[in-house]
């Protein structure tokens, strides 16, 4: 029986938000053995950053 491999919970051009940081959309999400890191472009000036989804957890932001 194949074993399901886990799923990235963020998916790349989803709006998040994070505590911190504020709004952001994400670039690019990477399984990385039991956690996900998630490169994500934030606004006012904070730019790229990189994090990890277990340790940095973010809201998705509706789209309307």
Do not use: C, W
């Not at 999400?29 to 990890?52: H, N, Y």
């Amino acid at each position: 029986k194949p074993v399901a491999r886990p799923q990235p919970q963020y998916k790349s051009g989803q709006r998040v938000r994070h505590s911190h940081y504020g709004n952001g959309i994400v670039l690019e999400s990477q399984l990385e053995g039991r956690d996900e890191m998630v490169t994500v472009l934030f606004a006012q000036g904070i730019g790229v950053k990189k994090l990890l989804g277990g340790m940095a957890p973010m809201e998705l932001v509706s789209e309307h």
